[in-house]
């Protein structure tokens, strides 16, 4: 028998601070209608004050998701966490949880793969749990992007979308399952990336890129606010999400009818729209929160599960697909029986 990664559980955490499409038309020349039509975001969630960080988020979610799993967190033995928004420039995320949580001095790595951080997050550790360098791994996705908007006139496209939130995943390895969870685990995942799109989707500072790091006219061309073709990423999402769940599909021998839940990055409802209708699924099956929460990046899957578990949409045995497109480009998707 083969080894299985089997997710134990899944939690979320998001600041209290709730920001409607209102409160940002006194800050810009927008508006709820505006936002809605084209999104489906009614609310996005921002942190509190500075002592909310990346880390302090997914710590939060993490130890939600150990409880949830009855695990202690000197159980884990790998972390990984997926974020385009740490707290410092170096070192990572994971190391920072590792030490928040209490954390043996065990593995700690940090993904960047932006909005499609969960999709290669449950890739990457299926690998380590199949390759048996991991049991018990603890994945954290988490981000804090409202800092770094450009709240004004100039950076309205982008301010509206996004929001800081996190979620996390207890993941298992299993060396044979009992009869009653049978065919439990990831069964397979599809990445992909394209490298020409890199700055269609960006934030170009801080990075080496630029001579000097970060000047202060660099600051005042809004060089450190990040920056979209919204139209260009818009299209190649639509077809890269299809792409992966027709591979995913065909590859292990599924019918969409088959798939009890899909759940996509939260970048756009009228892309998951698109991608629903093309599937042909009822709308029960996709499950959508961006209106709550509008893109909160690696984090808007692991939250939209573990809100799809608590509201019983999403139940032990179920067959579920994950879609993610974001900036790099890249994408992807995992097929799991929950
Ligand atoms: O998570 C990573 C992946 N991200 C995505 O997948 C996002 C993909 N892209 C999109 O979701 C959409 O392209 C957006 C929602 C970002 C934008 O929608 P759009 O229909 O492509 O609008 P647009 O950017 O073409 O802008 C249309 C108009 C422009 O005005 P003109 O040139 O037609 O006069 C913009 O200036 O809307 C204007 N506009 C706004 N108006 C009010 C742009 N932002 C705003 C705003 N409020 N916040």
Request: hydrophobic share 40%; with cysteine.
């Amino acid at each position: 028998m083969g080894i299985t990664a089997v997710i134990r559980s899944v939690s979320h955490h998001v600041p209290t601070r709730r920001v409607t499409n209102e409160d940002l038309s006194k800050l810009m020349e927008t508006s709820d209608e505006w936002i809605t039509e084209r999104t489906g975001i009614k609310e996005r969630r921002f942190i509190e004050d500075d002592s909310v960080t990346t880390s302090t988020l997914g710590e939060a979610a993490a130890r939600a998701a150990l409880e949830k799993a009855g695990w202690d967190a000197k159980d884990v033995d790998l972390i990984v966490v997926a974020t385009l928004s740490p707290d410092l420039y170096f070192p990572g995320v994971g190391v920072l949880l590792q030490q928040r949580l209490g954390c043996r001095t065990i593995p700690a790595l940090d993904i960047r793969a932006q909005c499609s951080g969960l999709v290669y997050g449950l890739s990457c550790v299926d690998g380590y749990i199949r390759s048996r360098q991991a049991k018990k791994v603890l994945l954290v996705c988490a981000e804090v992007q409202s800092p770094v908007l450009d709240l004004t006139n100039r950076g309205r496209d982008m301010a509206v979308l996004f929001g800081d939130g996190a979620g996390a995943l207890t993941i298992e390895a299993v060396e044979s399952l009992s009869a009653s969870e049978a065919g439990r685990g990831i069964i397979d995942s599809y990445l992909g990336s394209d490298g020409s799109g890199a700055e269609v989707l960006c934030m170009k500072l801080p990075g080496t890129a630029r001579p000097g790091f970060i000047k202060s006219s660099d600051i005042e061309e809004g060089l450190v606010h990040p920056k979209m073709d919204g139209k260009v990423v818009f299209k190649n999402a639509v077809t890269r999400l299809l792409e992966t769940a027709q591979v995913l599909l065909m590859r292990n021998k599924v019918t969409p009818d088959q798939i009890d839940l899909v759940v996509p990055h939260q970048a756009n409802l009228r892309i998951n729209e698109m991608v629903r209708q093309e599937l042909k699924l009822p709308p029960e099956k996709v499950f959508n929160n961006i209106q709550r929460y509008g893109n909160t990046t690696a984090a808007t899957i692991p939250i939209c599960l573990s809100e799809a578990v608590a509201e019983g949409r999403l139940k032990e045995g179920n067959l579920v697909l994950t879609l993610a497109f974001g900036a790099g480009f890249t994408w992807g998707g995992n097929l799991i029986r929950w």
